[in-house]
């Protein structure tokens, strides 16, 4: 199969998405974050999503040419309008404005609404980790998960993503949807005509399945149970419910063309350690106690194997979806 450096699938993805109607700053910003999460093995938010993106932003379920805007509600408090645009922009605003008001406010929050899938939630909080601070992002997405006990998706996957800075080396992250597994380990099996696993998803009635067809067609298995309902309750009043995004079972799906914008919303939260009385060094405190123990490690740890092997060796792309993404 082919391979491609960081830099050429970057190049790639940029350039299909401007055929696509998309503007080259924007294309740059969804390149590098689907790269980032391929880099990372979480393939189900890399290079697969590309033929979907590029389907959106050709009929304008997603706009290719769409800036997003800032404003301070309150000091420590910002709403950002993703104008129906791809979310990475919008997300890149956050990260970029959030670390001042954290610093001097102790603390700094960003809603975004009419937004659209996020990728990898880890990221954004990795980077304000980067520069010193303690992170949280929360999304919604559009409905895959029902309430426990019912039958009708009213939650999405909803991803939690947290990041702690650590002295001289790289961040913890913890990134996680509520779901069993992450949607997009399911496209990218029906990309790829495989079967998933017994105990991920729901076909729509309600039995369960292992056609990714029919999975995507019903609803995903929580993580928890009915924990996991109840934490996706909580990240869909935090994303959509504070920001005024549409909730999941408003929001047309990320995975095709048709419909209007998903409208859905993200929530980033960051903290100045330094005014809580935490530091890094008491972080690390942590980390190494659960680091010296024989056969655990941190969140994240393979990701950044991944990551760091990709970097050497690039990234293999199946010869289907590289035709695909060439054909755009």
């Keep these: 199969m082919p391979v491609l450096t960081l830099a050429e699938a970057e190049e790639l993805v940029a350039g299909a998405l401007v055929k696509a109607k ?7 910003s969804v390149a590098r974050a689907l790269i980032a999460a391929e880099a990372g093995g979480l393939k189900g938010h890399g290079l697969s999503r590309v033929p979907t993106y590029a389907a ?4 304008g379920k997603v706009d290719g040419f769409a800036k997003p805007s800032l404003e301070w509600k309150k000091p420590a408090a910002a709403a950002i309008d993703a104008a129906n645009g791809f979310a990475f922009p919008a997300v890149d ?17 960003a809603g975004i609404h009419r937004s659209h899938h996020c990728g990898a939630a880890g990221h954004p909080v990795e980077k304000l980790a980067e520069v010193g601070l303690m992170a949280l992002m929360f999304a919604n997405t559009p409905g895959a998960i029902a309430p426990w006990g019912g039958s009708k998706a009213v939650f999405g996957t909803n991803p939690i993503a947290f990041s702690c800075p650590l002295p001289g080396r790289p961040p913890i992250v913890v990134d996680l949807s509520l779901s069993k597994v992450a949607r997009g380990n399911i496209l990218a099996a029906k990309q790829k005509n495989e079967k998933i696993p017994e105990g991920w998803a729901l076909d729509a009635d309600g039995k369960p399945t292992t056609d990714p067809n029919a999975a995507l067609a019903g609803t ?3 993580l928890g149970d009915a924990k996991g309902t109840a934490l996706a309750l909580m990240v869909e009043l935090l994303a959509a419910g504070l920001t005024s995004a ?3 079972a408003d929001a047309s799906s990320f995975l095709d063309a048709k419909g209007p914008p998903p ?3 993200q929530l980033l939260i960051a903290f100045d350690p330094s005014a809580f009385g935490g530091g890094l060094d008491h972080f690390a405190a942590l980390a190494a106690s659960i680091e010296g123990q024989p056969g655990a490690r941190l969140p994240g740890a393979r990701r950044l194997a991944l990551r760091e092997k990709a970097k050497e060796s690039g990234l293999t792309v199946s010869d289907a979806l590289l035709a695909e993404i060439k054909a755009i």
């Design 220 to 222: 995903m298995l929580p």
């Design 263 to 265: 409208g859905t919303g």
């Design 93 to 109: 605003l956050a990260v970029k404005e959030l670390p001042a008001a954290a610093r001097k406010n102790g603390i700094a929050a």
């Design 246 to 248: 549409n909730y999941a």
């Design 22 to 28: 998309t503007d080259p700053e924007n294309a740059k």
């Design 56 to 59: 959106q932003a050709k009929v």
